[in-house]
């Protein structure tokens, strides 16, 4: 990779991820038809054991990208649409408000659902499926607010999305993850795992070793490693884990379209489509964001827990991006939009 590429990144990277600071940092940038990998600090401080390329990583809401391809992916190959109303796979969805909503408001973040599980102060409690159905039916929006007439970020209509899903195809969303999109990109160190009763990855010991543990911005440990986090007690609502190097294949597929199936490759492409504009400066895809600057155009992805964040970015003209997987909460990812990739696109 080119020396300019390695010299922006290193020095932006560099200065976030010291020995003085929790966790680690590992990132891959596609610039020049080429991914390399950059990696900081320790999976686990205690242990000594760094960051390397394949430490596999929490993606807190990075997930989502892979919910919004197999809606892409479905409506390539005629087997759901963006208009169809979410009570179409979930009959037991009659509330007024949300009888309304579509599978493209969902995939959009334009449904304006906004319960208590998508901001603070953030429940106590976890939710069961029913409870879940029962808060969506009697979900009143402030008044004004309608389906598909605003962009509200909400992570519970993820959940609702990736029941939709389920129904549709009669299959657990670990499932059409892995079927769909992980074995046809080749991408064998993605999961998305059972959550056991300790609220860790259910995942074998030699993939569990891989594991990041995680920590607070001021250095605490936060659960072990494979710590899942979920306001939702039912099957597949756990978090996604992921390495630098398999989502380096991910930024391939999504910037050189070396996706052998076409589908697959539209699909892809769909999802970074913009469906809404916020304002002058940002739009709003299938998950991901669209933020206009003066030197480019940058599709991204931010993610974060409180004891992980993770960042995928493109600049899909200029056929760059950049993946950044972090074991600590609130790491400052957006260096990679307002930083990295613009001064990548200046080279």
Known sequence: MDAQVRDIVTSELAPTATAEDPGGLAAAVYAGGQVAFFNYGFADAAARRPVTPDTLFNLASLRKLFEATLVALGTERGELRLDDPVAKYLPELNGDYISRVTVGELVTHTSGL??????????????????FIA???TWTPPAGEQPGKQRIYSHAGYVLLQLVLEQRYRMPIATLIESRILKPLGMTSTFVPDRGEDNRASMAPAIMQRMVQGYAHNGSPIGPPGNQQSYYDFPGTGQMFSSARDLGILLRACLDNAVIDPELR????????ESFRVDAKFGQAMAWEHVRLDDATVIDKPGGLNNASAYVGLVPARRLGIVLLANRGDYPHEIARYKILPALARL
């Not at 319960?115 to 409690?125: C, G, I, Q, S, V």
């Not at 539209?266 to 489509?273: F, I, K, P």
Request: glycine content about 0%; charged content about 20%.
């Open 135 to 137: 808060m969506l039916n």
């Open 114 to 131: 906004l319960l208590p599980t998508d901001h603070p102060p953030w429940p106590n409690e976890s939710f069961s499926r029913d409870q």
């Open 266 to 273: 539209a699909a892809l492409q769909m999802t970074e489509r």
